[in-house]
């Protein structure tokens, strides 16, 4: 069974300092990755995903990760936070093709950027 | 913008009753999924609609029940509630069951049982 881990509840950052979110995964064969962002009161937004090629793949607002299958790891990035980019953030993970392709949700990390 | 909306945005139901959820996807999409959001947790997946059949489903009980219409909109229904149930529903659309370009979500059903 596939299963994400998002090993920190929160996560706070002063603006305009870097930020890292963490994730690892456990998925049998080649991953597909993805992070999302959800807003208060908001569904989530999709932010990027890795499905293969470069280890290091950019997305939406800033936001870039960096995967390494050694550590089974695709930690989320942004060199410089926004107080805006305050939110929950979910790593997801489905297998690649063949498998299932029902994406499992990490239990979210709440980014927190102090002015 | 033609995003996924849901209907309602919040609701109160009793233990024992039913309940029906509505989503429309997003303009161009064809394949709708819905998700348990428990509070804390990540979403949950419950099941997949895609040409009006169910392509997959979590592991959630057959309380749980969906549809899928002709135009791609769908309604998740939810049979003899428990306090346990309440929680965000999400509704996520996207072009074909694979979700390769990242799943487009409403703003979720609140559904509190009492």
């Known amino acids: 069974a596939q299963s994400v881990a998002q090993p920190e509840d929160q996560v706070n950052v002063a603006e305009g300092n870097p930020l890292t979110v963490k994730c690892t995964y456990s998925?049998?064969?080649?991953?597909?990755l993805f992070w999302y962002v959800q807003y208060p009161n908001r569904g989530l937004q999709f932010l990027l995903k890795y499905i293969t090629g470069d280890n290091l793949v950019k997305g939406s607002y800033g936001f870039e990760a960096e995967f390494n299958k050694s550590q089974t790891s695709f930690h989320l990035k942004k060199p410089s936070a926004l107080v805006s980019d305050s939110a929950l953030y979910f790593c997801?993970?489905?297998?690649?093709?063949?498998?299932?392709?029902?994406?499992?949700f990490g239990r979210g990390t709440s980014l927190i950027v102090h002015p | 913008d033609a995003g996924v909306t849901q209907s309602p945005t919040h609701l109160i139901k009793t233990r024992g009753q039913q309940v029906t959820l509505r989503c429309s996807p997003k303009?161009?999409?064809?394949?709708v999924s819905w998700y348990q959001q428990a509070l804390g947790q990540g979403p949950q997946f419950i099941f997949q609609y895609y040409e009006e059949e169910e392509r997959q489903r979590g592991n959630f009980p057959d309380r749980f029940s969906g549809h899928q219409f002709p135009n791609y909109s769908s309604e998740l229904n939810v049979n003899a509630l428990l306090l346990g149930d309440s929680a965000l529903y999400l509704c996520a659309s996207s072009l074909g069951t694979g979700g390769l370009n990242g799943y487009t979500f409403g703003s979720g059903t609140r559904l509190t049982v009492v």
């Open positions: 997801a993970s489905r297998t690649g093709a063949g498998g299932s392709y029902i994406p499992t």
């Open positions: 998925v049998s064969g080649n991953p597909y």
């Open positions: 303009s161009g999409h064809d394949t």
